[in-house]
């Protein structure tokens, strides 16, 4: 029956939801009837105060006086505290809630008129007239101050109607709610899945098995048209190659002097931002298995690359820190950094570090021109090249560098961030929250 609920319609659990409570909550109240304090025989306070009654009337009957104390004696003996004061002694007061429904029953019940005065000992005690003077009795069961017979009720009903129906209500909606929560989840997580698994899971209510199967539809969709997208164009640039490459020769072969220099680099251009393409376009294709990387090593190994070509390039940080991730594509990340860097500025600085909260931080930082503020964010979309100022005569690309090491860190669920280094330059921030698995 749960399974036959889990798997029907919002509409028939939503309505099951309300229903069923209000028919828990009456069957509750009937089964809980006879616990409410308002429907014993008597409360505490009328029981006292036909206690009282009874040694008042003993005593008044009592032909002698020491039958009258022996009545005395054996209510003291059963647990009652009673004594005779002649006068009343200490002005009447109000009393607490106990006492005022204890002189009520008295006089409604029992005709008996009656005070309650305070005790030598700060007790409170009841005063009740009879024939030879007055009797002083202190209740000896007393209640909690505040808690009478209404408050009891009150939380009898909340322990044993409101809370098992509240409970049962908040359990039954996160079943319902629960296979909605794991579709937001696997969106979230879209980023960083392996394209050929099944993302969405086809369970829970029927709308939601509906919905899933339809994601999962439109997702396979997306990835086909996006693979078709990728082998078009990973064509397309690498075709280009060959008449790129004959027109190197021809320059070599046909022209000298500076012309030929001038038409080598527009060729070199041309020649980089068709490997620059290719990378964008292989960060789509490519799933690398993540494994446990020793991130100095790896960042080492960049630095050292590019300093072996003449480009200065250092790294700080410390000699061992491990963090599960995907080695290929952290350094493909980390090498764009440090190549925008020895484009833009003479020197690049790179810095391995934990923040205040844990995460791990790598910093590329050049001595360049810099990016605006204003523009930062836009400089990560793809084919976006931003300032002019960061965009030199040679090693020009499309402006895809900044998207790929965005899509990277997307898929590792990290951020990048870009900051202004003093005096000058840029600082680009690779960051792995605390929740990344690490070592």
Not at 150 to 179: E, G, K, M, Q
Not at 334 to 363: P, Q
């Amino acid at each position: 029956m749960l399974k036959r609920f889990l798997q029907g319609s919002i509409r028939w659990q939503i309505v099951t939801l309300a229903v069923l409570p209000i028919f828990l909550v009456g069957v509750l109240g009937i089964m809980t009837e006879p616990a409410s304090p308002e429907k014993t025989e008597l409360t505490q306070a009328e029981i006292a105060a036909a206690q009282i009654a009874l040694v008042a009337r003993q005593v008044d009957t009592a032909i002698t006086s020491d039958a009258s104390e022996t009545v005395l004696a054996i209510a003291r003996q059963a647990g009652m505290e009673v004594a005779r004061v002649s006068p009343v002694g200490a002005p009447p007061v109000e009393g607490t809630d106990y006492e005022i429904r204890l002189l009520t029953a008295l006089e409604n019940v029992h005709g008996r008129e009656a005070v309650v005065v305070d005790t030598s000992d700060g007790d409170l005690a009841i005063v009740v007239a009879v024939k030879d003077g007055h009797l002083s009795f202190v209740p000896t069961v007393m209640p909690v101050p505040g808690l009478n017979d209404d408050v009891v009720n009150i939380i009898l009903s909340v322990i044993i109607i409101v809370l098992p129906v509240a409970f049962l209500s908040i359990y039954a909606a996160r079943l319902i709610t629960l296979p909605m929560t794991r579709i937001a989840a696997a969106a979230d997580a879209q980023n960083r899945a392996d394209p050929a698994t099944e993302m969405f899971e086809e369970g829970g209510p029927r709308e939601i098995r509906l919905l899933a199967k339809r994601l999962n539809e439109m997702r396979s969709q997306i990835e086909s048209m996006l693979k078709e997208r990728t082998a078009m164009l990973r064509a397309v640039s690498h075709d280009l190659r060959t008449p790129l490459t004959r027109l190197k020769l021809r320059i070599e072969q046909s022209v000298e002097g500076d012309p030929a220099d001038a038409l080598q680099r527009d060729v070199d251009a041309i020649n980089d931002m068709i490997n620059e393409t290719l990378s964008y376009l292989r960060s789509d294709a490519e799933i690398e298995v993540p494994r446990k990387a020793d991130l100095p090593s790896l960042l080492r190994t960049i630095c050292s690359d590019f300093s072996d070509v003449g480009y200065t390039v250092s790294y700080t940080g410390p000699d061992r820190l491990s963090l599960e991730c995907n080695p290929k594509s952290l350094a493909r990340a980390v090498a764009n950094l440090v190549d925008n860097g020895t484009k833009f500025g003479g020197s690049v600085e790179v810095t391995l570090k934990r923040d205040l909260y844990g995460a791990i931080r790598i910093e590329v930082a050049d001595n360049g021109p810099g990016i605006p503020a204003e523009i930062r964010s836009r400089v990560m979309e793809p084919f976006e090249k931003g300032d002019p100022s960061r965009s030199p005569s040679t090693r020009s690309g499309f402006g895809l560098g900044l998207s790929i090491v965005r899509e990277i860190m997307t898929r590792h669920g990290g951020t990048m961030e870009l900051a202004h280094r003093e005096p000058r330059g840029l600082c680009v921030a690779l960051v792995f929250p605390s929740a990344c698995r690490k070592a």
